[in-house]
């Protein structure tokens, strides 16, 4: 292990108790809201321990880890459950039944998933965040600044949904490790952790864009060597073998990638449109919050739903319809501007980072990075840094989310959903930092050689410092630019825990 990956992990489980610390004070010492939030009634009888795991961890069950729990417990009961992907609640179970089953004489099953929310999503952090530097250190050739974008990881806005029940730990761990791995030329490993990641969050299927164009590179490139290295007909047959494998694991990796999302579309229609349950087989107060709430539940002895009838039934699809009343510029009120002010620190780093890599290289984005350029030979030895000709296809993926989550999404989640799905945020804010802040001694363009230490005082060089840690005693006199970037990480980290685990709105 790396000095940089040691420093990564001290400073990502040092968050990660923090965060848990925190919630635990701030649920304990803010009253609740009420907010008209999923919130299934108790049909289990509470054990010894289930009132202190409820006070400690109970700020992690709020809004949405609500429907995640109970997904985990009770299985796929309301028609509403299915807009949440079941890996999450299979590793909580699993952690709950294995891990945590000695326990089970003192903790109820509910009381035994709080715990493993807080182990599992600690573990799954501290994976994505070795992974997002593995892949950071691939992809921009600078030491530096995959360090620093790591370190940032460490604060991110999106930390309360990182540390909740939500599957967003998870599905970053699996996504930036898929990432890493295709990176890596681990075609077949990458497909299947990206597929696994889809079947934690439906934005898993986005990553096929990935696997359509890296592949396509390594392409080109051999396309390359082989017309300079050789002659007549071999070189045709080449040629054809690469367009053809090229090919073949497009159509196979697209088809591992989304064949989870497929298998639950279908799961969700077996399940309402040819149910095999009657209601008296479901718990009466289950049922009873069904009816009061205007829940679906599955009934073999009553008609199927309206999207059963569709061409492409697509459960999915109904229920951010009828639900969430999720669609093309749905959000777009006057009573919605508070969510998008949320929302606009993180579309102004997705804008910022697209804009950034357009003006420093124009001609590849033009040609879409897959063949050289006048200012570029080739990306074999790509230039270090943001602007590294391999940065290219994760800034198109960054835009492609920004631009559906605000126009598409309820805008507020736009913070969680690209701080989990994408590197760029932080690749873009580290490059901010390290360019405009005089403390990191920052150098015009990328130089891995370039590191912050400290000295002891026999003069031996110690381990990197960490910058951000370096950076907050003298926040006051930081740039500008670290004052906006550092602040907004850290209130974002802070107000979350605050709001997010009283049931206030928040991303």
Known sequence: MTMDVRAVLEFATVTRCLSLFLQAVLNAAIPDHDADAFRPPRTEEPLYLDSTVEWLLGGLSHWDAEHFLFIAERGYLYEH?????????????????????????WLSVRGRLLVAVALGNSALFLLSVVALHALSRIVLQDKRLALLSSLLYCITPANVFMTAGYSESLFAALTFGGLFLLEKGFTLRACLALSIATAARSNGLVNIGFLLYVP??????????????????????????????????SLLGTAIIAIPFCAFQYYGYRTFCTPSVSLERIPPPLLSLAERKGYRVPDENGPPPLWCMRPLPLLYSHIQDVYWDVGFLRYFELRQIPNFILALPMANLGIMAAYAYFQANPELCLRLGLWETSANKGLDKPTPGMFNPRVFVYVVHSTVLLVFGTLCMHVQVLTRFMASSSPVPFWISAHLLLLNEPLLHRRKTSNPNVQLQTQSRNGCDHKPQNPIIALLPHFTTCSPTTQSILGYFLSYWLLGLALHCNFLPWT
Do not use: C, E, M
Request: hydrophobic share 50%.
């Open 81 to 105: 459950n299915f807009a949440f992907f079941p890996l999450f609640p299979v590793v909580l179970r699993g952690l709950a039944d294995t891990l945590l089953w000695p326990v089970s004489g």
């Open 216 to 249: 396509s590179l390594h392409a080109i490139s051999q396309i390359r060597v082989y017309r300079t290295t050789t002659k007549g007909h071999s070189k045709v047959f080449r040629y054809i073998w690469v367009i053809i494998r090229l090919l073949l694991t």
